[in-house]
Nanobody, 123 residues
Framework: QVQLVESGGGLVQTGGSLRVSCAVS????????MGWFRQAPGQERELVAA????????TYADSVKGRFTIPRDNAQNTMYLQMNTLKPEDTAVYCCAAASRAYASRLSDYAYWGQGTQVTVSS
């Protein structure tokens, strides 16, 4: 069973940067496609970014393209979400997730979830 733990959330001003991390334990992270999702109050959970098992393929939501990146370090069993030029509409709980496949871009593909970390962007 794989466990995911997020860290690094917090409060940041508009235009600032933040990096959240997802530590993988229980299994080797290189076995899983991984993604970041977010959910704001009253809204559905949405995919922010996804990365393939080997890290060669990525996808981003249109709302974060050019501002966010999703690097992963399989040697450290860790995935990151680097968020730049943050906006108030980026405020949400950010969750990392893992899928037992080479690549996954749909919420339904993901079987393993972290608890989430709050990111708040003040205006």
């Amino acid at each position: 069973q794989v466990q995911l733990v997020e860290s690094g959330g917090g409060l940041v001003q508009t235009g600032g940067s933040l990096r959240v991390s997802c530590a993988v334990s229980g299994r080797t992270s290189s076995n899983y496609a991984m993604g970041w999702f977010r959910q704001a109050p009253g809204q559905e959970r949405e995919l922010v970014a996804a990365i393939s098992r080997g890290g060669t393929s990525t996808t981003y939501a249109d709302s974060v393209k050019g501002r966010f990146t999703i690097p992963r370090d399989n040697a450290q069993n860790t995935m990151y979400l680097q968020m730049n030029t943050l906006k108030p509409e980026d405020t949400a709980v950010y969750c990392c997730a893992a899928a037992s496949r080479a690549y996954a871009s749909r919420l339904s593909d993901y079987a393993y979830w972290g608890q989430g970390t709050q990111v708040t962007v003040s205006s």
